[in-house]
Nanobody, 124 residues
Framework: QVQLVDSGGGLVQAGDSLRLSCATSGRTLSSYVMSWFRQAPGKEREFVAAIRWSGGMTDYAESVKGRFTISRDNAKNTMYLQMNSLKPEDTAVYYC?????????????????WGQGTQVTVSS
């Protein structure tokens, strides 16, 4: 199984940017889809973005398309989520996840490994 450690959250103002990181270890990632999910208080966990490690194809939730960018660094075995033009509704705990399934399957049931979560708070 892949081990994941996510980081980079913080308290920012609306319109600011943050970059989240997800450091991986344990397995080679060529067969994996890596994703970011988020969970706001009182809400279900929701899909944010995904990237196929091999080839780099991406998928985004409509709510973040054009503002967030998912990427990975093969040499560092690390995935990133660059978040620009942040809004108060982006406030949540963000989790990275890894799974061996097709890109576009957005349910969290497909993911086998999870980071511990990093808090992002956007003030208005």
């Amino acid at each position: 199984q892949v081990q994941l450690v996510d980081s980079g959250g913080g308290l920012v103002q609306a319109g600011d940017s943050l970059r989240l990181s997800c450091a991986t270890s344990g397995r080679t990632l060529s067969s994996y889809v890596m994703s970011w999910f988020r969970q706001a208080p009182g809400k279900e966990r929701e899909f944010v973005a995904a990237i196929r490690w091999s080839g780099g194809m991406t998928d985004y939730a409509e709510s973040v398309k054009g503002r967030f960018t998912i990427s990975r660094d093969n040499a560092k075995n690390t995935m990133y989520l660059q978040m620009n033009s942040l809004k108060p509704e982006d406030t949540a705990v963000y989790y990275c996840a890894a799974g061996r399934h097709g890109l576009g399957l957005r349910s969290d049931v497909y993911y086998e490994s999870w980071g511990q979560g990093t808090q992002v708070t956007v003030s208005s």
